[in-house]
């Protein structure tokens, strides 16, 4: 069985660019987790869907940031314009009951 | 509201000694425990989950944890440290009914010295 699927594994952009995460969930996971990581630090909560409903978005930054999960699978995670402070692991995860099973990440550095 | 604290940033051990980790917990709905591994540049992956069912729990690695309502404690374990053991370690508390996100500790590094 496939797992989670991220891509790119890795990006550098200069601050002020844009760029976008992309993640295809394990088949029949109605559950899809972004989560952000810093260095040394545990995973936070960005967003999560259930389907393609956004349920849980309250420490998404709104101002910059944006998801998008089309027909319930693949999701998408925008970041416009980048900041230096967004450099971080970005992790996907989806889960179909209460464990989730999680990507390997997009590491993201912001020049 | 949950929470997750773990004790230690950094545990040291020697190879073939015992590995304990500690974690412990704040939820206000039954909880459902894990603990997954992060070894460099690689995904996370679980080691073990507790979900209401026996409170020792086995994983992988042979790895186990202990769920302890009285203490509001989940500690990991391994009887005999190995160099491969050596990563970063994150304790998990989620609702046990789902519908919540996991929610992480801040992790604890374990080196394995030979």
């Known amino acids: 069985e496939a797992g989670v699927v991220q891509s790119p594994r890795y990006k550098i952009i200069e601050k002020k660019q844009p760029v976008a995460f992309w993640c295809n969930p394990i088949?029949?996971?109605?559950?899809l987790y972004w989560y952000r990581q810093n260095l040394g630090q545990g995973p936070e909560l960005l967003i999560r869907?259930?389907?393609?409903?956004?349920?849980?978005d309250s420490q998404l930054p709104k101002d910059r940031f944006s998801a998008e999960r089309l027909k319930g699978v693949d999701s998408t995670l925008k970041i416009q314009p980048a900041e230096l402070g967004d450099s971080a692991v970005y992790l996907c995860?989806?889960?179909?009951?209460?464990?989730?099973?999680f990507g390997q990440g997009t590491r993201l550095t912001v020049v | 509201a949950q929470s997750v604290t773990q004790l230690d940033s950094h545990v040291s051990v020697s190879e073939g000694t015992p590995v304990l980790l500690r974690c412990n917990y704040s939820?206000?709905?039954?909880?459902?425990l894990f603990w997954y591994v992060q070894h460099p540049n690689k995904g996370l992956q679980l080691l073990l989950k507790?979900?209401?069912?026996?409170?020792l729990v086995k994983g992988i690695n042979g790895f186990e944890a202990e769920f302890k309502k009285s203490e509001t404690s989940f500690h990991l374990t391994k009887p005999s440290a190995h160099m491969s053991d050596a990563a970063e370690y994150f304790c998990v508390v989620s609702r046990s009914s789902g519908n919540t996100p996991l929610v992480f500790g801040k992790g604890t590094r374990l080196s394995v010295i030979a």
């Open positions: 088949s029949g996971h109605n559950t």
């Open positions: 995860a989806s889960s179909a009951q209460v464990e989730a099973f």
């Open positions: 869907y259930e389907n393609e409903e956004a349920v849980d």
């Open positions: 507790y979900t209401s069912a026996a409170t």
């Open positions: 939820s206000s709905y039954s909880p459902s």
